[in-house]
């Protein structure tokens, strides 16, 4: 029966002869198509994990032998020549990042007297744009040279 079987490519899907209903518990039977996980039962939340990443079921002495063995490995990993160079540029670029923060400050502070701040930017404090000034001013040079 298995040479015959094996023959045929494997066990037939379903019996033609029982209709759907054969074919659905045939179906079930074979398994489910998605795949998943099955993860057990959830921890019990009235226990209170006093050392994260260390199991409950630890006697207290090797929880906490084992937590410090795990933040002692955390902070060689953190204190390399690797990790000191980084944050050695890191300070660095920070640095030059203030003290340009700190030019462009002082030189927006300089073509913006206080006085003009204080006032409404929109306006002018003598009625004109700084766009007919120049303007203003271009054209007075202009009929200079051109009445010489």
Same mark, same amino acid.
């Given at each position: 029966?298995?040479?015959? #079987? #094996? ?19 045939? $179906? =079930? ?9 099955? =993860? ?5 939340? +009235?226990?209170? /994990? ?15 032998? =084992?937590?410090?063995? *795990? ?14 160079? &980084? ?11 203030? /003290? ?6 002082? &030189?927006?502070?300089? +073509?913006?007297?206080?006085? $003009? ?10 009625? #004109? ?6 303007? *203003?001013?271009?054209?007075? *040079? ?5 009445? =010489?």
């Amino acid at each position: 029966a298995k040479a015959r #079987l #094996l023959a045929q490519g494997g066990p037939p899907s379903a019996p033609a002869a029982r209709g759907r209903t054969a074919r659905a518990v045939f $179906a =079930m039977a074979a398994g489910r198509k998605i795949p998943c996980y099955i =993860m057990g039962d959830p921890p019990d939340p +009235s226990k209170v /994990q006093p050392y994260p990443g260390i199991p409950t079921y630890r006697n207290p002495n090797e929880a906490l032998r =084992m937590f410090r063995k *795990a933040i002692y490995k955390e902070r060689l990993a953190f204190n390399n020549t690797t990790t000191n160079e &980084w944050f050695r540029e890191h300070r660095k670029k920070k640095r030059e990042e203030a /003290q340009l923060t700190e030019l462009i400050d002082k &030189w927006r502070s300089r +073509s913006n007297p206080p006085a $003009a701040e204080a006032s409404n930017s929109s306006r002018p404090v003598s009625g #004109l744009s700084r766009a007919s000034l120049s303007h *203003a001013s271009s054209s007075s *040079a202009l009929c200079s040279s051109v009445s =010489m």
